[in-house]
């Protein structure tokens, strides 16, 4: 039945479309596979076929046209890639720093100046004299989000996790008078990836995605990004972030004020090789 299967595809593609031509020179050869797929097989060898060449299959077979050198070089590919795939454990680390700072001074008082006077500043106080306040007063706090999944070698997974968040609001009953109304935002975190091992290193399709509460109520911090990223296994990979800074200062004739905001979001990700 193997050999009835594989004189099929040669036949489709020699006769298929009118005819296939063949260059000087090629090659046309069926190779089964043990363990990848097609589709994840022909992806990794497209590239390297060359401009006359195709690669393409069924039925669990690769079948090449190529030179006869760059046929042996794509089936050296095929028996090191056609292995069974490997079994990983992939983390992403997504934390969350937030700062704030402000700082007040004032100064009031009442000064006497003889037979010249007195001048008052600010809010007069019982006695001669200038008073100077400063308030000065700062808060941080930090999030770290850390989502685990078993994934296979070159198959995508997903995870996520979150919660459903009330939201208030205002409807129209069917009179088109105003009430209150409410609905749930989802406020979640996880992440896609596909990836793939070569050797101590690891490539990795992903984009991970954070959603958390804001200070006002109603209100959502959302984090997310897609991008392609090579490391060794083991190690904790940066993929980017965001680093957000707000300064400000405001001034009158006896008050200044200034302060600030900060907010730093890295991630990361790591790639365990599973026994």
């Known amino acids: 039945m193997g050999r009835f299967r594989r004189a099929v595809v040669l036949w489709l593609l020699l006769c298929g479309g009118g005819g296939a031509v063949f260059a000087a020179g090629e090659r046309l050869e069926v190779i089964p596979l043990r363990h990848q797929t097609v589709e994840q097989m022909v992806q990794l060898l497209r590239p390297f076929v060359g401009a006359e060449g195709t690669v393409t299959g069924m039925n669990g077979q690769l079948v090449i046209r190529a030179s006869p050198d760059t046929l042996e070089s794509l089936k050296a590919l095929v028996d090191r890639f056609d292995r069974p795939p490997r079994q990983l454990l992939i983390h992403v680390r997504q934390g969350g720093a937030h700062t704030e700072r402000r700082l007040d001074a004032e100064a009031a008082g009442h000064i006497e100046l003889g037979e010249e006077g007195d001048v008052t500043i600010g809010a007069a106080t019982p006695e001669s004299g200038l008073e100077a306040r400063i308030h000065a007063h700062g808060r941080s706090w930090s999030t770290e989000d850390e989502h685990r999944v078993r994934a296979t070698e070159g198959s995508p997974a997903f995870i996520q996790t979150g919660l459903l968040l009330p939201t208030f609001g205002w409807d129209l009953d069917p ?31 992903i984009s991970p995605f954070a959603a958390r509460p804001a200070g006002t109520p109603g209100r959502v911090r959302i984090q997310s990004l897609t991008t392609r990223v090579t490391g060794r296994l083991g190690e904790w990979i940066p993929l980017g972030g965001v680093h957000l800074r707000r300064e400000g200062s405001a001034a009158g004739t006896v008050h200044y004020a200034t302060g600030g905001s900060g907010h730093r979001a890295p991630v990361e990700v790591k790639v365990d090789l599973l026994p």
Request: glycine share 16%; charged share 20%.
């Open 175 to 205: 009179w088109g008078r105003p009430r209150p109304g409410g609905d749930l935002h989802a406020v979640t975190s996880g992440f896609y990836v596909t990836p793939w091992i070569q050797g101590d290193r690891v490539t990795l399709e």
